[in-house]
């Protein structure tokens, strides 16, 4: 984990321990204190929606806005378009600054949700074909996860420097000289009648019908302990709103028992929370 992965979980201990700290919340004409959300799935609206009739109890007006792909929601909070977001991890949330001039950040930990490897075509990874094509993420930390997950079942060998912002370059070893093609991470499910083999974010496997504890070759979660805490999704904001109050009641509502019923159902126990 290098030096800004730190700073950000680390800051993000300081923004939980903020809740009685002053925030700058819009009210409402009714006098809720109004709040949005983005999310990228409709498993994530599901979620959200409880969440929203948690959080009127308490005074606030949540909105929650769906999202296409793991962009815009991060522009649309950027801007200030919403308020918060709830779709990524650290790790695509700290590249997602670094490529846009960003400063958001996470205010509180949701689950971690496991990357498979799908296929129409074989029931056992061992089955792949010499020069079979495996579709991955294009965007560098899912990317670079799918290239891990290839990794520990042997298909390839990465270079030991790579990290978890592996590439395709920093492929060593292919014995099968697998063909690995990067695409958008939401097209990635709609490729396997195409593809020998997907590496599928269970968001976008869910929305196409997956059940990835089912239907996965491989869950990167079959082996958690391998698992980087980069990989924890997260709500974020901008940073000079992480110590907003409301915010943070947002992410108290979202952090609780019945959240994490409603992603065991939802989810069929994929989604595992990430807040304790």
């Known amino acids: 984990?290098?030096?800004?992965?730190?700073?950000?979980?680390?800051?993000?201990?300081?923004?939980?321990?903020?809740?009685?700290?002053?925030?700058?919340?819009?009210?409402?004409?009714?006098?809720?204190?109004?709040?949005?959300?983005?999310?990228?799935?409709?498993?994530?609206?599901?979620?959200?929606?409880?969440?929203?009739?948690?959080l009127a109890d308490d005074g606030v007006d949540l909105t929650i806005e769906q999202f296409g792909d793991y962009v815009q929601p991060n522009l649309a909070v950027q801007s200030g378009d919403i308020d918060l977001n709830a779709f990524q991890h650290v790790a695509y949330l700290?590249?997602?600054n670094e490529d846009n001039d960003g400063d958001l950040t996470p205010i509180g930990f949701t689950y971690v949700s496991?990357?498979?490897?799908?296929?129409?075509?074989v029931t056992d990874y061992k089955d792949l074909?010499?020069?079979?094509?495996?579709?991955?993420?294009?965007?560098?930390?899912?990317?670079?996860r799918a290239l891990l997950l290839l990794q520990s079942l042997g298909l390839i060998t990465l270079d030991e420097a790579a990290g978890t912002e592996a590439t395709l370059s920093d492929i060593?070893?292919?014995?099968?000289?697998?063909?690995?093609?990067?695409?958008?991470?939401?097209?990635?499910?709609?490729?396997?009648?195409?593809?020998?083999?997907?590496?599928?974010?269970?968001?976008?496997?869910?929305?196409?019908?997956?059940?990835?504890?089912?239907?996965?070759?491989?869950?990167?979660?079959?082996n958690i302990s391998e698992v980087n805490e980069i990989y924890k999704n997260v709500i974020a904001t901008r940073s000079e709103d992480a110590e907003n109050e409301t915010y943070l009641k947002v992410v108290q509502a979202y952090q609780t028992e019945?959240?994490?019923?409603?992603?065991?159902?939802?989810?069929?126990?994929?989604d595992v929370p990430a807040w304790d």
Do not use: H
């Not at 109004?34 to 409709?42: A, I, T």
């Not at 496991?114 to 075509?121: A, E, F, H, N, T």
């Not at 010499?130 to 990317?143: L, M, Q, R, Y």
């Not at 490729?191 to 239907?215: C, E, H, K, R």
């Open 114 to 121: 496991p990357l498979g490897l799908y296929s129409d075509r």
């Open 129 to 144: 074909a010499d020069g079979a094509e495996i579709a991955i993420p294009n965007d560098v930390t899912n990317g670079g």
């Open 1 to 54: 984990m290098n030096k800004k992965m730190i700073g950000l979980t680390a800051s993000l201990a300081l923004f939980l321990a903020a809740c009685g700290s002053e925030g700058t919340s819009e009210e409402s004409t009714t006098g809720s204190e109004s709040v949005s959300v983005g999310v990228v799935s409709e498993v994530e609206v599901e979620v959200w929606e409880n969440v929203k009739e948690r």
């Open 258 to 270: 019945e959240t994490a019923a409603l992603l065991e159902e939802a989810t069929s126990g994929n």
């Open 172 to 222: 060593s070893e292919n014995p099968k000289n697998l063909v690995i093609t990067e695409i958008d991470a939401a097209q990635t499910a709609r490729t396997l009648p195409d593809v020998d083999a997907a590496v599928i974010n269970t968001n976008f496997a869910t929305d196409s019908g997956l059940n990835p504890s089912q239907d996965a070759l491989f869950l990167d979660t079959d």
């Open 94 to 96: 700290e590249s997602f």
